[in-house]
């Protein structure tokens, strides 16, 4: 029910992605506050995860859902209203802060289940993604139909099911109090964070808010450009719900370290295959591993020696660290295919993730020596 509130409350913000690059500059939003507005919920949610999952803490993941997800349908609506730049600017704030509560607050409730994480972690990551399966699947042919303002009416609609689902949700007993999340912990570069932080980076970021510009060609009319844009998106989320839950089983059988650090090593594959303009397989085989990474991030941190006794403390560090990656991704992403070649700069990225990959390996030992 948790992540089914968050998958109900993420509409709004999953159809912003391939409607704004598409539809923005007509709209007269230029490159630059496209940019801003892709990433500043991200960026507001790095300074914001530490102490939201310390409200968590205090007052309890229900509460914490009910809130954001009220937040979430009200910004959908603002996204419709077409208020200007400022008020669109502001919901994306509000956003950003509803979205960390619905996040923490759904990872503690995983994290509460004893035995079989992994599979809890999957099934979690499998359901949030159900809501912009939803979106992306009917928002094109909303937008079509009765244009962009209405389209976002009839979302935050159906977001009132999060809502819903939140306020359904049992009461909580009160137990000990749980230990403080802290800053400095949470901002502290490790080889986990910065692996995270760089996937992140080019995944989420850059990949995401490129994928216009990859695909586009001067034959297709925006209409059909943003239906292409939506059908991968549509299928990064696709892949994200059914290999999380595939990803959950193997995890009983494999670890989830070895599952973890196999995933990363496609994820390069891909990114190289896309350097070399196989861009179909690259994108769907990178969307589809990491997936994997995406769910299983914040249980090898909560696995890890330094973690075990506060996994709120796990979950806000690398919650911030793939904020950062994404928001700097997102801000800088259609500036960068711009300004290079896709070939030379998809290399550049695959080779950095190699590199960091390879620092935490030695850090954390390789799959057959430590399996959680």
């Given at each position: 029910m948790s992540s089914g509130t968050m998958a109900f409350a993420g509409m709004g913000d999953a159809f912003l992605y391939p409607v704004l690059p598409v539809y923005g500059q007509g709209m007269g939003?230029?490159?630059?506050?496209?940019?801003?507005?892709?990433?500043?919920?991200?960026?507001?949610?790095?300074?914001?995860?530490?102490?939201v999952?310390?409200?968590?803490?205090?007052?309890?993941?229900?509460?914490?859902?009910?809130?954001?997800?009220?937040?979430?349908?009200?910004?959908?609506?603002?996204?419709?209203l077409n208020l200007g730049l400022v008020v669109f600017f502001v919901a994306r704030v509000l956003w950003g802060l509803c979205y960390s509560g619905l996040k923490i607050a759904t990872l503690n409730y995983a994290t509460s289940i004893k035995g079989r994480r992994g599979l809890a972690f999957a099934v979690s990551q499998?359901?949030?993604?159900?809501?912009?399966?939803?979106?992306?699947?009917v928002g094109p042919m909303l937008v079509k139909q009765t244009g962009i303002e209405h389209g976002f009416y009839f979302i935050a609609t159906?977001?009132?099911?999060?809502?819903?689902?939140?306020?359904?949700?049992?009461?909580?007993?009160v137990g000990q109090p749980k230990a403080e999340v802290k800053a400095k912990n949470v901002f502290y570069p490790s080889s986990l964070n910065m692996l995270v932080f760089t996937t992140s980076i080019v995944v989420d970021g850059i990949l995401v808010v490129g994928l216009a510009l990859l695909l586009g060609s001067q034959q297709m009319s925006n209409s059909e450009l943003l239906a292409l844009v939506a059908i991968y998106l549509l299928g990064k989320k696709l892949l994200a719900g059914l290999i999380s839950l595939l990803a959950g089983v193997l995890?009983?059988?494999?670890?989830?370290?070895?599952?973890?650090?196999?995933?990363?090593?496609?994820?390069?594959v891909g990114l190289l295959l896309i350097a070399a303009n196989v861009l179909t397989i690259g994108i769907l085989m990178v969307f589809l591993f990491n997936a994997i990474v995406v769910t299983f991030s914040p249980l090898v941190a909560i696995e890890g020696k330094v973690n075990k006794s506060n996994p709120l403390q796990a979950i806000s560090g690398v919650s911030t660290w793939w904020d950062l990656g994404a928001a700097l991704g997102a801000f800088a992403g259609v500036y960068l295919i711009e300004m290079m070649s896709p070939g030379y700069l998809f290399l550049s990225l695959s080779l950095v993730i190699l590199s960091l990959f390879i620092n935490f390996i030695k850090q954390n030992g390789s799959p057959d020596t430590r399996i959680i």
């Amino acid at each position: 029910m948790s992540s089914g509130t968050m998958a109900f409350a993420g509409m709004g913000d999953a159809f912003l992605y391939p409607v704004l690059p598409v539809y923005g500059q007509g709209m007269g939003v230029s490159a630059f506050a496209i940019g801003v507005l892709l990433s500043v919920n991200r960026l507001v949610r790095i300074v914001a995860n530490t102490y939201v999952a310390n409200l968590v803490a205090r007052f309890g993941t229900k509460h914490m859902l009910v809130v954001s997800s009220f937040i979430a349908v009200a910004t959908t609506v603002f996204y419709g209203l077409n208020l200007g730049l400022v008020v669109f600017f502001v919901a994306r704030v509000l956003w950003g802060l509803c979205y960390s509560g619905l996040k923490i607050a759904t990872l503690n409730y995983a994290t509460s289940i004893k035995g079989r994480r992994g599979l809890a972690f999957a099934v979690s990551q499998s359901t949030k993604s159900m809501g912009a399966l939803l979106v992306l699947s009917v928002g094109p042919m909303l937008v079509k139909q009765t244009g962009i303002e209405h389209g976002f009416y009839f979302i935050a609609t159906i977001s009132v099911i999060g809502l819903v689902l939140a306020l359904c949700l049992p009461k909580e007993e009160v137990g000990q109090p749980k230990a403080e999340v802290k800053a400095k912990n949470v901002f502290y570069p490790s080889s986990l964070n910065m692996l995270v932080f760089t996937t992140s980076i080019v995944v989420d970021g850059i990949l995401v808010v490129g994928l216009a510009l990859l695909l586009g060609s001067q034959q297709m009319s925006n209409s059909e450009l943003l239906a292409l844009v939506a059908i991968y998106l549509l299928g990064k989320k696709l892949l994200a719900g059914l290999i999380s839950l595939l990803a959950g089983v193997l995890s009983l059988y494999m670890g989830t370290l070895r599952l973890y650090t196999l995933s990363i090593v496609c994820i390069i594959v891909g990114l190289l295959l896309i350097a070399a303009n196989v861009l179909t397989i690259g994108i769907l085989m990178v969307f589809l591993f990491n997936a994997i990474v995406v769910t299983f991030s914040p249980l090898v941190a909560i696995e890890g020696k330094v973690n075990k006794s506060n996994p709120l403390q796990a979950i806000s560090g690398v919650s911030t660290w793939w904020d950062l990656g994404a928001a700097l991704g997102a801000f800088a992403g259609v500036y960068l295919i711009e300004m290079m070649s896709p070939g030379y700069l998809f290399l550049s990225l695959s080779l950095v993730i190699l590199s960091l990959f390879i620092n935490f390996i030695k850090q954390n030992g390789s799959p057959d020596t430590r399996i959680i």
